[in-house]
Each structure stands twice: as structure tokens, then as C-alpha cells.
């Protein structure tokens, strides 16, 4: 069974380029079974869910997904309260988030957009100053657009348990683990850059590699951080898939960025 992954599709910001088509172009020269997506869709459920019907009836093949922190974005105010937003994706039979779905009897793909907890900044800056989300005239959007009425390190704590209490009842089979959030320190933006020695703190939390390698987890799959990467550490193969935005592609080839982005389990 051959199984793909890709993130960060960022249909609104890309729209200008056929990336769906682009994606069900590799898909038939891949071979794919199924498809993951680990989040950012686009910025808002009002674009995500009619792309991801889409897909999935061009794909021709079973599209898990998760949302990411861009598809929970709540632009107009419509809702004031991100839970909403993650019930509508949730409920889906394709959204990943809160359940297991069987590959085969070998194989379980488990999934959840995954939060940060500021595990990934640095000690230069205290919690409160992390839960502002603003840094030299820098805002980070989730502040404005998403709005769990809970603190961030609550809503992760709330992701890890259902992320456990799946990966728990899985016991014996392979494992493919998706999120958007990052889960290892590897997949930081190097602080160097300006800034990120702050932003990192948005990027996911450590507790999530931590509990992939408690329970030998055999993928982690995310996105997020806008490159592609892959680390196997402690027995867990981490992966991450971005297309990204079309202004981040060094190719400027949308054929060849998704081919470089999409990353091909075979189980």
C-alpha cells in the first residue's frame, strides 16, 4: 500500500496555480492508495471543505486530513470561538481528528491538528510575554483569528490526551501520526533567523515527540514550519511535507514543488 503525505497546501494564497490538479497528477503517477493532508488547507473552513470535497472526488482515492491552524482561522468574526470551527472538521468522516481509520488490518492512521504549548521558544521570554503573540511589531495571527476561549497550553493538553488515548488502542499495529503542529525541536526554525528564537514557541510542543516515542510510533507527519524535512529519531520517522506558499517555491515549478513536498509511505 502506498500512502502519501503533503501539508501546508494554501489553496487561497496559491489559487493562481492548479494545485489540486497538480496534487491528483502525482498521485496517479505515484500510484498513491490514500492521501494525508497535515493541515493548512486554506485560511478559512469556507474555502477548506469544498477544496477537500473536491480532492476527494478527483483523487479517486481515500483524503485524510487534519486542519491546521490557518483552516481554524475565523476572519469574519463568524463564529468567536474556534471550537466550532474544529467541530465542523471534526464531524467530517474524512478529518482525522478524534478517531482511528484502519488502512488495513496491518495499519492505523491517527490524527489531530496538535498545538503549541511555547516548549519551543526560549527561556529569554517569560509565558506571559509568549501569550501575547506580538514580538517587535511582529503579530502572530492566531491571536487575532483563533479564539479557543482556553488557554494554548490547555488546548494542547487536550490534543495530547486524545492523541494518547488513540495511539494507546492501536497497540501492535503500524502507526501513522498526523498533526500540523511540529513535534520534535528538530523541525525549529533556526533561531538565527530574527525573531524565531520567539515564534518557535508557536510552532508545537515537544510533548508530542515525546509521546510518539513512548509508544513507538512508526510516522509523524506535520507541516507548519513551511520547509520539507525527514529525521528518524528514537525509532519514530518524522516527516514534513509543506507545498507552502507559491512566493516560498525556489523551483517556481508547481508540478516539481509538490513532487518535492509529497512524501510516499509504503506499508
Known sequence: MRIGAISDIHLDVNEAYPVIHAICNRIRTEKLDALLIAGDISNSYHTSIPSLNRLREEAGIPVCFVPGNHDMWDKEGEFGDARKIYEIYASRSDCLCGKIIDLNEECAVIGNIGWYDYSFGTAAYSEEEYRKKEHNERVWQDSIMVNWHQSDKDFHKKILQDLEEKIAACKGKKIIVVTHMVGVPEFKVPEERPDWDYFNAFLGSREYGELFEKYKV????????????????????????????????????????VGEAMQVIEI
Open 218 to 257: 512508526d510516522y509523524s507527519i506535520m507541516g507548519h514550519v513551511h520547509y520539507r524535512k525527514k529525521l528518524l529519531k528514537n525509532g519514530v520517522d518524522y516527516r514534513c511535507v509543506c507545498l507552502n506558499y507559491h512566493t516560498e517555491w525556489l523551483s517556481g515549478d508547481l508540478d516539481q514543488e
